[in-house]
């Protein structure tokens, strides 16, 4: 409903880690997102929606990672960027910082913090204090 | 531990061959981290699917991080192995009965996201029984995992009654459990867009709003969204559900927030504007709207493409917030951007200075595009605050004085619009403007110029030479300056002919000869018949009075406004674009709509309550190709409301017969009329009154005299039918075009009775209803007499003939051509467009008797100037009053009361083509020769 996937990029533009929700996008769209914004870099055009083809594009950029969320739908934007933020939230929390090293080093712990927050699309449980348990 | 990142696919055999043999060690802890390393290859994107069955070996485990694991694996390549993913499902089955809830949750999550169609019947009965599961961590669990079985296979989910069940759970006691129920409602329901899964009741809202309060960020943004779907009984329903939800405003998500905004917005649609709740409703918006703009940029971003629509909504709730809309100089330039055009919306005389004072400073930024924006801004803010024109204008001189090329460019743009905005007042500024003509390299800017030189060449002395300069280099420039250029090269030539005939000579050489853009070409070709044929005329459509541009060009039309206010936080509102317009497969998906203020019972108070919200009235927007759609979409689709506009004289003189009794001594006279008869000035009393005086027979066979009996007989003679003649329908709008819906018709005239025929067909796969039709302006008026009546759905390959009656009192505006009129059709699934052009014998009455004295007097009305005479060689006069009628019928086209052919052609008489084309053709080239001489062709043919 929200987010198709949602894709942990590092600057180059390489997949760190991709939960797939929903399986109605193909993942390899997310191939088409850094050409758009190395061309759009170019032109100074850095809005936080970027378009291919059907495939509409969410991000946000942390310290050296992009998060990506992707939809086909008209889904709710502003849900979808204040999760992005508060899932930056949930795994500072829980590796101290966000960045390309601590999603390598902490991989199985992504995929589980992921499975939890985000079920189907649909943002589910995102305190950490409860993430925790 | 660290993975090292391989660069290859495909895991070596090797290591596929270790990892197996580890996989299938005894010790739990090898397992693991053998199932990690699975994972970890995986996630680089190595293929290790090959250890298929020795994953799922593992999957009978107490360890809930190996199980997890496990899973995880299973999702990436269920859909890969379809057949082996089946080896898991007993594993599913015995974990959905695990004592441990997390577990049962675990498995019932997972089992959802095995998208393989072979195995979902086996997931049924433990999904059943996780739906009524006594933990609430299952059951919203549980509840998400139905709108995954529906993704893969609707049917099973609807035979297997889990929609029930699904909507019991909008009433269970976990808020959280609602929350979800209702997400997975709305996600199905939307693929499903006639069902009603989500048939709210008054029951069932009471019960979601207390779970509002009580779940979680995400929950509440489900329940408020699945609200703004809801359309309340009455305004006091309605009161109350706002009551309840503007707690909601306070919270510290920004999409909370927004939801809630719509909710709202939505609904306060519904109340009665003298309610002081309604006033207080307002007043509460504000605040969380501006506490919008202090969360990150890319919240930010969507907040400001969201208020933009707010703001044009409901101007009020902002007015006094101008402030906060003041650029930040870190905010990004996308935040930017946005700022600046809510800016000008809120602009107004009381803040008017403050604006520009921030405006000014922009536009000394370093940001092109800022810069560039800032620039245009002060323009628009001239056209939208008349008190501020003159300082805007001045401060943009000041930012010409400045050379910065882009800025003396933007600047130029919009004084041009200035210049259109208030005509006559600031050409003083021409000679700045025409010192930096050399600096312009902008198409926009050049033809901005261009414009300007051209609208003021009698002005500027040195107009010629300033626009030969720019012919040098012609067919390098981009076709808006090129277009431009012509137009404003006539327009100095109808000025200053003597001198410049050299001049428009060759732009119109340029234009027409040596230019392969078919738009110069016929713009080219339509100059210069106009300009040997007719010069006066010429200078009357070329130097024609422009209409004032108004002070909003940029307003989102009001039915898409409406709906994108029903979007608000989507994507939709961030594009402002319709959810239709960019989401595959959203046919069939109803436009979402305001609610109608309660207007009809107990509360219709004041006389403005409509659906367009508050009392101010929507500003005028420029005329222009994509306006008139608006214009379209603006007429509502309602059945018509006929508004009579005040009747121009032109459409007096057209609605009367001019045909008479006096038909043969005219065309006899008609060659001696010419010097004797002056043009009294106005047609007076007598003219206007004349309809009345029309026989009231229409309908009935006409009651033919004199001439007209003659005609009569000679329509027999040629073959026409006793009916009028209707043309065979054609395809006006092609199903791919419109969703599937074909619609092809005809125009007929049947007792006096105009009538569009249609015939829809459904070339779609749903059914479609609620089929409404309107009309454009259009140059007669024409509009739906009453509502196309389609009262059965139109199902899938089915063809429905309506025949629509229409009516002349509709609102007039001139199209090009005469008789074309652009028609939206709705439906259930979307709105379509399309143009036809109906032949103008359609606007003959039936009865075509005049009083002769009535006659002369609307020929003497033509001013004698009008008039012009030429003889036709060769024509047998004596074959019957129907050249003769024809020949004056052109006479009376060729003298230029062009409004002047909704009258007498008896349309039973020809061949209603020729006709039209006739008149058609005499109309647009003014009687130039071409024309006579079809005329002549064509009086010979039927001779």
Redesign the interface.
Known sequence: ?AASAIFILDLKGK?L?CRNY???VNINEIDNFMPIMMKREED??????V?HG?T?F?W?KHSNLYLVAI?????????V?????KLVEVFTEYFKSLEEESI??N??TV??LM?EVM??G??????SKILLE | ???L?LGHNCATLGEIFELKAELNSDKKEKKKEAV?KV??SM?V?KDVSALFPDVVNCMQTDNL?LK??VY?YLMNYA?SQPDMAIMAVNTFVKDCEDPNPLIRALAV?TM??I?VDKITEYLCEPLRKCLKDEDPYVR??AA?CV??LH?INAQLVEDQGFLDTLKDLISDSNP?VVA?AV??L??IA?SHPNSNLLDLNPQTINKLLTALNEC???GQ??IL?CLANYMPRDDRESQSICERVTPRLSHA???VV??AVKVLMKFMEMLPKDLDYYGTLLKKLAPPLVTLLS?????Q???LRNINLIVQKRPEILKHEMKVFFVKYND???VKLEKLDIMIRLASQANIAQVLAELKEYATEV?V?FVRKAVRAIGRCAIKVEQSAERCVSTLLDLIQTKVNYVVQEAIVVIKDIFRKYPNKYESVIATLCENLDSLDEPEARAAMIWIVGEYAERIDNADELLESFLEGFHDESTQVQLQLLTAIVKLFLKKPTETQELVQQVLSLATQDSDNPDLRDRGYIYWRLLSTDPVAAKEVVLAEKPLISEETDLIEPTLLEELIC?I???????HKP?SA???G?RGVQHKRLPARAGSGESAESPDVGHSGPSEAPPAVIPSQGDLLGDLLNLDLAPPTVTVPSVQPSMQMGAMDLLGGGLDSLVCSSRALGGDIGGSPSMGAGLGAAPAAMPASLGSAPTVGGGLGDLFDLGGGVGMPTGSYVAPKTVWLLAMKAKGLEISGTFARRGGIIQMDLSLTNKAMSVMTDFAIQFNRNSFGLAPAGPMQVLTPLSPNQTIDVSLPLSMSGPVMKMEPLNNLQVAVKNNIDVFYFSCQYPLSLLFVEDGKMDRQVFLATWKDIPNDNEAQFQIKDIHLNSGNRNKYVLDRVLQNYSKKTNVFRDCMQKQMYDSTSVDSLVHDSLLLKGSYDAILKIIIWCNRIC
């Not at chain 2, 969360?295 to 919240?299: G, K, V």
Request: with cysteine; charged share 25%.
């Open positions: 409903m997949v880690i929903m399986g109605n100074a055009d850095l809005s936080p929606v378009i059907s509409h969410l946000i939809t086909k739908k008209n889904t709710n934007a502003a849900l960027y204040s999760f992005l933020y390598r080093d991989f199985v995929y589980e499975d079920d189907f649909f943002p589910q449980t995102t305190d | 531990m660290t993975f990142y990690k994972i970890a996630t994107g991080e997890k694991l995880l859909k999550r959802g996201c998208r919203k669990t998400v709108a995954k993704d959280m979800n997400a997975a709305s996600e939307e979680t960020e995400w943004i489900f969204d998500n920004s999409a927004l939801s969360a990150e940029a890319e919240l971003y969507v907040a990004p330039i996308y940001d595009d979007h936080g989507t994507l939709a509102s961030v594009y959810p960019f989401v595959e959203s």
